[in-house]
């Protein structure tokens, strides 16, 4: 049986590496920027019935592993059991070998089960049980791994519609002390050509106590929703954009372009990206007064398996990176809010890792005095956030900004035991700086490369964000 895959020096590869991660990056809190966690969940401190519930429950990252293992849908998202499901996934982990998903899964049974042990088929049945056992004790909830994995603050995705009961129910609760705060993401606002935009104008018009009509009523609900989130502690916004966008149009235009949207008629992609061009700008405005940053997940193509969209829905495992063109959009949007004054902090992602130099040289003719770091490359998101996806990354951002004002890692996860990700995450950042100071390409300053990675480790999130 083997044992001990993750040692306390896992993937440090130098004697720097080592002290920047012991000594000054492994015990530093969590800010957990962007993730996908559920605040009911939080709120009423959920258990979980067992392993398979908490750990395979909406990860769609292991859901395309064990499809790719040929493994039949009904032991991922259907009809057979919990067991047979943890069963499977453990039967496609000797074929991860490589992959992150390898990492992330014994640093997760290591971590919050105290299992040294290899996932294998041959260690399945003893893993299944003892983590069960340990699911049925009072720590092992929602919030029980929230604090055992040292965070300070964690901020949710929510629709601007969403009441944020939960959130206030956290807040009231002084017996937690972590922060839980909203993250306003509006896309079903913004994405006019989408199925059930009309519906949802409706929906949105009754959470701001507007009749919404007009464009002009459509913006006053969105303000009006945008300050309630700032009341209630959200900082952060969030927008999904399958490329970058700027299309010029005027209000008559747009006004146009809406009703026919609320009547049900088809709007092309070209009003759809002048619509949504607008609204982004008018939003950017808005957050640009309250002092928020926006991020930008850009070059996303989603849903691209018809046939199981049909049965499955979105957010299954059936989106890819995109390749359309998006530099001089980008340029022209950042420009068009920056030209008058308006330009929030702002995060830029990628899912295509060629993007990284674009992104770095576009965010540094925008930075402003109003917080170092202004404009953001953000971190590796989703397929990229492995080792060889986090360096470029890194690289990229060193080679061409200030990398030393980067805010660091963020889960983005659904899964409550994905708080190794930030370890993972120090663990690259420390042996990339440590490797740089083996070669002697900067200052083997220990006091200065571990408050480096401190601050990109949590002090430039708590700063940059303001939480």
Known sequence: MSRFFIDEN??????????LYHDYAKNMPIIDYHCHLSPKDIAENKKFKNITEVWLGGDHYKWRAIRSNGINEKYITGSSTDKEKFMKWAET???LLGNPLYHWTHLELKRYFGIDEVLSPETAEEIWEKCNSLLKTEDFSARGFILRSNVEALCTTDDPAYTLEYHKSIKNDRSFPVKVLPTLRPDKALNINSEGFAEYIQLLGKAANISISSMADLKKALTDRVEYFHENGCRISDHALEYAIYQEDDEKELERIFKNAQNGEAVSQTEADKYKTHMLAFLGREYAKRGWAMQLHMKTIRNNNTRMFKILGPDTGYDAMGDAPQAKAL??????????????KVILYSLNPADDDILATIMGCFQGDEVPGKIQLGSAWWFNDHKAGMEKQMIALANLGLFRRFVGMLTDSRSFLSYTRHEYFRRILCNLVGRWAENGEVPKDMDLLGRM???ISYYNAKNYFGL
């Open 453 to 455: 990675v401190q601050e």
């Open 93 to 95: 982990m000797p074929y």
């Open 331 to 344: 340029a022209q949007f950042l420009d068009a809010l920056d030209s008058t004054g308006e330009l929030p």
């Open 10 to 19: 896992f993937m440090l590869q130098n004697e720097t590496a080592r002290i």
